[in-house]
Nanobody, 129 residues
Framework: QVQLIESGGGLVQAGGSLRLSCAGS????????MGWFRQAPGKGREFVAA????????YYIDSVKGRFTISRDNANNTVYLQMNALKPEDTAVYYC??????????????????????WGQGAQVTVSS
C-alpha cells in the first residue's frame, strides 16, 4: 500500500502563496489519479482538486479555480498543489490521496473520492487576514 506524505504547509497572509507536495512511497502513484482534499476547523473533509493519472486532466472546485494548480511529477512519485491568492477561508488541513483504481481521470476521482484509502497526517495551511 502506498504511503503519502504531505508537506509545504504554513502560515501566510491573505494574497500569499504556498506550494504543497505529496510524496508517495512504498508503491508508485504514477498510474493513479491523485487528489488534494482539505478539512477546515469544525467542518467535514472536502475535495479540492484532482489530476488524472497521466497529468492530462485536472478538476477543481469552483472556489479555487484560477488560484490553485495541481500538477504531478511521476518520475519522482510526487504530486503538487500550487496555491496562489490565498484567502482566510482556505485555512484547513490539506491531504492528498490516490484513486483506488489505476488509469483514472481527474473528474472520476472527483466523483469517487470518498472511497479512497486511509489518510495521512496532512499539511496545515493557515491564511491570516
Amino acid at each position: 500500500q502506498v504511503q503519502l506524505i504531505e508537506s509545504g504547509g504554513g502560515l501566510v497572509q491573505a494574497g500569499g502563496s504556498l506550494r504543497l507536495s505529496c510524496a508517495g512511497s512504498g508503491r508508485t502513484i504514477s498510474r493513479y489519479a491523485m487528489g488534494w482534499f482539505r478539512q477546515a476547523p469544525g467542518k467535514g473533509r472536502e475535495f479540492v482538486a484532482a489530476i488524472g493519472w497521466d497529468g492530462r486532466t485536472a478538476y477543481y472546485i469552483d472556489s479555487v479555480k484560477g488560484r490553485f494548480t495541481i500538477s504531478r511529477d511521476n518520475a519522482n512519485n510526487t504530486v503538487y498543489l500550487q496555491m496562489n491568492a490565498l484567502k482566510p477561508e482556505d485555512t484547513a488541513v490539506y491531504y492528498c490521496n490516490a484513486d483506488r483504481h489505476p488509469y483514472g481521470l481527474a473528474h472520476g476521482l472527483m466523483r469517487t473520492w470518498r472511497t479512497v484509502g486511509s489518510w495521512g497526517q496532512g499539511a496545515q495551511v493557515t491564511v491570516s487576514s
